[in-house]
């Protein structure tokens, strides 16, 4: 029998529709998967003891003759942002260990909802806020192509999860990078939709105005078909878009075509030096352009002036917002709570937060409080908002001209794990190209583009367009996809050298 773990979500689910496979048999082939080679690379936080019983009802279900949603049956792994009833939600941190939410993140109800079946929660730095995984107070995860590399961050036990095809498909969030970026280190597609588009009811909130959850897969259509399920309106999110959103699976297939690439316009920022990038990601990035080229598309440059101080306003705005919603970790109202006999409220607030709070999110509390002070909100805050305009309208003369635009998704390829851990400033340019979307709240997805010359390793080319336009950029992606795939001569992941050999 075929090895199901190396399926993507659309075979799989195909295979369930037909009765070729089970869902306990899918189910159980990715338990497996994770019980070999878990221990090395640490995606999960946490792994479903009942995934076989949800599976097993999904075959009753649909032997029964039930109308199943197209990825019923399909195995999903889930980042530990996201609350849910049966498995703890932490958000990496120690300040919501062994947190069992009342109700279910409306993206996990969806997928329940559409039969998808639960294998576990991943890993990600503590409330979100990194690019390695490192700040996860539970340890890091590491990079399947190697594995002393870092698996980006925030999302890493997502992306990790799905390269080491211990799951087919995950969930993400995205705030400045925490889905593409992983992607790019991994040689997986991540897709950070339009601000609003997907619901953030029960994603534990980093900073509100840039939050999105969003889908990690091995594919373009993996991720369109799970942008299906868990995309659309959401009465319980304030910021929930009322769109009617067309189907991004049909805008995937109908991309793998390329008829798409025939005369689109594809912007490349004339002010991203090249200096910043590893001359592999950047000689990767330009082999990517002259193949769209080829097949007919038109690379145009453009003018993105403040897209290089998004980093910098990027890092006034999330601590700010951070700082406020991480207020309600107070060792009252969730998780921890250290008890200073004698003390005051304020005695056990702060030994609690002292306690359960890593360096990293310290780091932003403070840097955000002090933003946020009297006398200096307008000096800080209020020019990083200032800052954030200039960059979206960038973005809305650059898409007067083009359809898309493209960047490298991030500088490197996976550093070492602690290279960066001591140098907070380094570890904050990894999201350069990508911290601008978020500021403008466009779409963007990575998809791989090649690995790098010089080490071997994936890099990802991040494919940005206006709001709204999520099915364009499933289109293109899946275009661009199917040819560098071809010149490939196949799956990227199919040729890795994963876990140091042929595991
Ligand atoms: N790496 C970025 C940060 O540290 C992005 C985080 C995210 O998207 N959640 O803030």
Do not use: C
């Amino acid at each position: 029998m075929t090895d199901l773990t190396r399926l993507s979500a659309a075979d799989l689910a195909s295979q369930l529709s037909t009765g070729e496979i089970s869902s306990v048999e899918a189910t159980r082939a990715h338990l497996e998967r994770i019980a070999d080679v878990d221990g090395d690379v640490h995606a999960f936080l946490h792994v479903s003891d009942h995934a076989l019983d949800v599976a097993a009802d999904i075959d009753r279900r649909r032997a029964a003759g039930e109308h199943l949603g197209e990825l019923a049956g399909v195995p999903l792994a889930i980042k530990d942002v996201l609350v849910t009833t049966d498995m703890p939600s932490t958000s990496g941190s120690k300040i919501l260990e062994g947190f069992l939410s009342p109700y279910d993140a409306t993206v996990v109800a969806r997928a329940r909802a559409a039969g998808l079946v639960p294998l576990g929660k991943t890993n990600m730095d503590e409330f979100a806020m990194g690019s390695s995984t490192e700040h996860s107070a539970y340890g890091p995860t590491h990079n399947p192509w190697d594995l002393d590399r870092i698996p980006g961050g925030s999302g890493g036990g997502s992306a990790a999860a799905v390269a080491a095809f211990e799951a087919p498909i995950a969930l993400g969030s995205d705030t400045g990078g925490s889905i593409r970026q992983p992607a790019h280190v991994t040689g997986t597609v991540g897709m950070k939709p339009t601000y609003g588009g997907v619901s953030r009811f029960g994603a534990i909130a980093l900073a509100s105005s840039l939050d999105q959850v969003g889908p990690v897969s091995r594919t373009v259509l993996d991720s369109a078909l799970l942008h299906d399920v868990i995309g659309g309106h959401d009465p319980h999110d304030a910021t929930s878009l009322t769109d009617a959103w067309p189907s991004f699976a049909a805008a995937a297939r109908e991309g793998a075509s390329g008829e798409v690439l025939k005369g689109l316009r594809v912007g490349v920022i004339k002010e991203l030096p090249d200096s910043g990038f590893q001359a592999g990601v950047s000689a990767s990035f330009r082999g990517a352009l002259a193949l769209l080229e080829a097949q007919g598309a038109e690379i145009v440059e453009i003018s993105a002036p403040h897209f290089e101080y998004g980093v910098a306003a990027y890092y006034l705005i999330l601590p700010a917002e951070a700082s406020s919603n991480l207020a309600k970790f107070d060792s009252v109202r969730f998780g921890l709570r250290v008890d200073v006999p004698g003390g005051t409220v304020e005695d056990v607030m702060a030994a609690t937060r002292d306690a359960g709070f890593g360096d990293e999110v310290k780091r932003r509390i403070i840097l955000g409080t002090y933003a946020l002070s009297a006398g200096y909100y307008d000096a800080y805050y209020g020019s990083a908002q200032k800052v954030r305009t200039l960059i979206q309208r960038d973005f809305d003369a650059a898409f007067a001209q083009v359809d898309v635009i493209a960047t490298p998704s991030a500088p490197t390829t996976a550093f070492k794990l602690g290279e960066k851990i001591d140098d907070p400033l380094q570890m904050y340019l990894n999201d350069v190209t990508t911290i601008p979307v978020n500021l403008a709240g466009v779409p963007g997805i990575s998809i791989p583009s090649g690995l790098a010359e010089e080490d071997g390793l994936p890099v990802g080319i991040q494919f940005i367009a206006p709001a709204r336009e999520d099915a364009r950029l499933y289109r293109v992606g899946a275009a661009a996809e199917a040819l560098l795939v071809d010149s490939w001569g196949g799956p990227l992941l199919d040729r890795a050298p994963l876990l140091g050999g042929n595991r």
